[in-house]
Each structure stands twice: as structure tokens, then as C-alpha cells.
């Protein structure tokens, strides 16, 4: 069973443009939640969709969006980009709601 | 008071001791906890979830779960130097799907 798919790996941008994340869930999961981790923040959750809706948001500014598609891949975007945006941007896939949660590779995202 | 505390690192084991990752947490509705392991530059790796009061196995690693004191441990026996990496603990709770995080303790095991 292939696991959670995160594309791409790495990304370099510049301030003020704009960037999407992509995630493939593991087959069969539904629910799929974005968390942005950096050295100083540790873990933070963004945002999780289930059946392409979206069901719980972090505390992030409205710069940070997302959604999910009818087949549970999600893509996650940020706009207006910020130095402070650079981080490793994880998507993890759950089965239901409070069953355990994998994540992918993640992407690593350099804002310059 | 932080939602999720984890005991503060770095902690250091020798090769073939027990090493024991704690952790307490605020919301009683917690209903779901989990520990990762996370390698340096690498993704969080789901090792152990338990979901019940007691105690679970599985192979080296066993997380303990206690939640009128709300409180989740690992416990890691045989310690090897692959070991060696940051142990997140994690929980969810009515919040939907949402995981939210421990600091991380990071554990090193020296031969």
C-alpha cells in the first residue's frame, strides 16, 4: 500500500509570490490535515479536510488555504509569501477522524 | 499551560537500557494519543497509538496511558543508536482531525 505522497520535495521562492503543496493520501483515507513545522514552532496544524470539507483551521492568517478533492488528494496554498513562511510543510492522511494519522515526506519550502 | 507537555531533553541512554519518553496533557477529551519519531531532516513516523487506559506493546516500544492523570508514556527497551531521534508525542481530541504536538524530546542512545 503506497503511502502519503507529498509533491515537491523542495522549494525555493521569492517574497510575495505565491506557492501550492500538494498531498495524495494513502488509499482508502478520507481525512487529510496540513501542519507547518519550524525549529522555533515545533508542529502547528493549519488545517484538516474530510469529504472535501473543510472541518477544523488553525490559527494561521488567511493567507494559508486549502482544499480536497473528490478522490481526498488536497493541495494546500499560500499566498503573498513571507520570509517567516519557510518551514517544512507536512500532510498526513487518517482512515476516520481520531484514528492514528501518517504523514508524508513533506515539502521543504525556502521563502527568500 | 501548554496543551501538550513532553519531559524536557535531550535525553541520553546507553545501548541496550530503558529509555522513557513522557507526557501530559490538558484536555480531558483527549481521546486518541500517539508517539513519532521524527530523524533529523526527515518526516514524523507513527511508532505507537493507543487509544484505552492501560498499557500496549509492541515489540520494544510500549506506551502507557493514563488518562485520569492525563498522562502518556513510551517506554523503549533494548535502547539502540538508531534510536536516537526526537520522539513527538501527540493526541486528538474532539477537534476533528486535528493532532496537536509536544515540543518533542530528543533522546540519544551512545553505544
Known amino acids: 500500500k503506497a503511502g502519503v505522497t507529498q509533491t515537491p520535495r523542495y522549494l525555493i521562492k521569492t517574497r510575495g509570490q505565491q506557492v501550492t503543496l500538494s498531498c495524495s493520501p494513502i488509499?482508502?483515507?478520507?481525512?487529510v490535515s496540513w501542519y507547518q513545522q519550524t525549529p522555533g514552532q515545533g508542529l502547528q496544524f493549519l488545517f484538516e479536510?474530510?469529504?472535501?470539507?473543510?472541518?477544523n483551521k488553525g490559527n494561521f492568517p488567511g493567507r494559508f488555504s486549502g482544499r480536497q478533492f473528490s478522490n481526498s488528494r488536497s493541495e494546500m496554498n499560500v499566498s503573498t509569501l513571507e520570509l517567516g513562511d519557510s518551514a517544512l510543510y507536512l500532510c498526513?492522511?487518517?482512515?476516520?477522524?481520531?484514528?492514528?494519522?501518517?504523514f508524508g515526506q513533506g515539502t521543504r519550502l525556502t521563502v527568500v | 499551560q501548554k496543551e501538550v507537555e513532553q519531559n524536557s531533553g535531550p535525553l541520553s541512554v546507553p545501548e541496550g537500557a530503558i529509555a522513557s519518553l513522557n507526557c501530559t496533557y490538558s484536555d480531558r477529551g483527549s481521546q486518541s494519543f500517539f508517539w513519532y519519531r521524527q530523524y533529523s531532516g526527515k518526516s514524523p513516523e507513527l511508532i505507537m497509538f493507543?487509544?484505552?487506559?492501560g498499557d500496549k506493546e509492541d515489540g520494544r516500544f510500549t506506551a502507557q496511558l493514563n488518562k485520569a492523570s492525563q498522562y502518556v508514556s513510551l517506554l523503549i527497551r533494548d535502547s539502540q543508536p538508531s534510536d536516537s531521534a526526537t520522539y513527538l508525542c501527540a493526541l486528538k481530541g474532539t477537534s476533528y482531525g486535528k493532532l496537536t504536538f509536544g515540543q518533542g524530546t530528543i533522546l540519544t542512545v551512545h553505544p
Open positions: 488509499s482508502g483515507h478520507r481525512s
Open positions: 493507543i487509544y484505552s487506559n
Open positions: 498526513a492522511s487518517s482512515a476516520l477522524m481520531n484514528t492514528e494519522a501518517f
Open positions: 479536510y474530510f469529504s472535501e470539507t473543510q472541518r
